[in-house]
């Protein structure tokens, strides 16, 4: 049975209803989004929030990694989803060394984000490396989305892609983590790439939302880089992705007969044309 009581007639979700679904064991659904359309579709289809993450530097910008991804091509992304929406909470992604220099680099450009994108919140990856920048940036108004486990930006310290928390040591250096950006005041927290007891132990110790990728049912809520459940990424085969369709196929497909329907002249015909 769905369960929608929280927001069976929001017309606009806000990091407050976010928490109260937790409150209320109703499920958040999280998807990544980096342009105009996927942003109209995803709020259209009535999804709580849309990440605009720096993933777009692999899906989007064809990078192995996200480190190249710049605060400039963020805002500009972030800037263009909200365009599409009305109700969903669009969330804006800390790019790699736009957070990291110091609490009040982070300020700044956290400011620009939210200030030049109209974004709602912003998210970035770490644990007591940014706890001190989260409570600066809450207390003045910017609301933070935790990211712990498997930590993209940090591929260069870990070397692999690999689940995180399998050990009992990286396990509870996780779940400390978890309750320092709590204390910190982060209002949610993406878990990714961790074993599901990993994630059912901190979903339940905390107060605040979990949002699973790769982290089990136990989450709060569940994250997909939209490209990969779209079944756009053909290489990219990971257990925690659930392809809805097969769209690479159906775009390589459609290219096709487009070109062949060119090259035996039949299109245009006389009704497509003025
Ligand atoms: O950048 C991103 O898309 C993310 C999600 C995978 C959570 O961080």
Redesign the pocket.
């Known amino acids: 049975m769905q369960k929608n009581i929280v927001t069976k007639n929001l017309t606009h979700i806000t990091t407050k209803v976010i928490q109260l679904m937790k409150e209320h064991d109703e499920k958040i659904t999280?998807l990544?989004g980096y342009d105009f359309l996927t942003g109209k579709f995803l709020d259209a289809a009535k999804i709580e929030i849309i990440?605009?993450?720096?993933?777009?530097?692999n899906?989007i910008q064809g990078n192995e990694t996200?480190l190249p991804v710049t605060l400039e091509e963020m805002i500009y992304h972030t800037k263009i989803v909200k365009r599409g929406v009305t109700r969903a909470l669009v969330v804006g992604?800390m790019t790699f060394m736009s957070y990291q220099v110091g609490a009040d680099d982070a300020v700044r450009n956290c400011g620009r984000l939210m200030k030049e994108t109209g974004c709602d919140a912003v998210?970035m990856?770490g644990g007591s490396y940014v706890a001190e920048t989260v409570r600066r940036l809450v207390e003045i108004g910017i609301p933070v989305m935790g990211?712990l486990g498997l930590t993209?930006q940090s591929i260069n310290k870990f070397g692999s892609y690999k689940t995180r928390g399998i050990e009992k040591t990286e396990a509870d250096q996780i779940f400390k983590d978890a309750l320092l950006l709590e204390k910190a005041g982060c209002f949610a927290i993406?878990l990714?790439k961790i074993p599901a007891r990993l994630g059912k132990k901190i979903s339940t110790v905390l107060k605040i939302p979990t949002?699973g990728?790769g982290a089990g049912p136990y989450c709060d809520g569940q994250?997909?880089?939209t490209q990969d459940m779209l079944g756009m990424i053909e290489e990219f085969k990971p257990r925690f992705v659930r392809k809805y369709m097969n769209l690479a196929q159906d775009m390589k497909s459609a290219f096709m007969h487009y070109i062949s329907d060119v090259k035996e002249g039949k299109f245009p015909t006389n009704d497509e044309s003025y």
């Open positions: 999280m990544t990440l605009v993450g720096d993933s777009l530097g899906v996200t992604d998210k990856e990211h993209p993406v990714e949002i990728i994250v997909l880089v």
